[in-house]
């Protein structure tokens, strides 16, 4: 795996992020509450990714590098918190603001005190892990209440699966990252490269999604024609 590759990949995994939050907040007004708030995700993903670019080609700002993606993590945690207790029937609201509460503070006693220089792997992990409990969670509730609806027409269906797929994949990874890096002096550079693949994929299943809603969206605007 050559620097180059793991640079394209990194770069488009980017531009999809923009893709997928323009996409998410056009017509802001006729969008759902999730679908904006998948966008405000995407939004902060690809600031986030922008704001490490613009700290490590900066020499005075280098030594922050570390600290735009796990503000990103908490960010999208909290949105995907309030996505998920909306499907899911707005049951056990504490227990989604226990859950972020604890990851947010997690996360930056992490970035400060203990990975203040290494990738934030723990973080991470432990952002995976809330997220397919989330996932799972969802797919339970959406197969004892399957609606009349095709599944595969329900944006939250792709959503949901794309999310699965690309924590899951990467649960692995960040479990071996520290040992990775501090023990085997590993630069990263196949694993993060894996891990933007998966990303790619997330975001395509997220278009697809995406696509399903917009359809929706104009089918509800479209106006009823009528004889003359």
Known sequence: MTIEIYLFLAVAQTVLSAIVAILCLIKYRSRSLIVKLVGFIFLASFLAN?????MVSTTSLRIFVNTSYP????????????????ILHK???GWFVFVTGVF????????FFIQKTTPNSYSYLFHSAILIVFCLSYFYVLILDLPSLYVHHLPMFWFNSALLIFHAGTFFLFSFTAYLVNVLKNN?????????????VE??????GIYYDLRNVKSKVSPVRTRA
């Open 203 to 208: 975001h395509i299943i997220f278009l697809i």
């Open 188 to 200: 990263m550079l196949i694993y993060w490269s894996f891990h933007n693949i998966l990303s790619i």
């Open 91 to 93: 049951k056990n609201r």
């Open 71 to 86: 503000i990103s993590l908490i960010i999208s945690l909290a949105l995907y918190s309030r996505i998920y207790y909306n």
């Open 104 to 111: 947010a503070v997690f996360a930056l006693i992490n970035l």
């Open 50 to 54: 922008m704001a490490s670019w613009a």
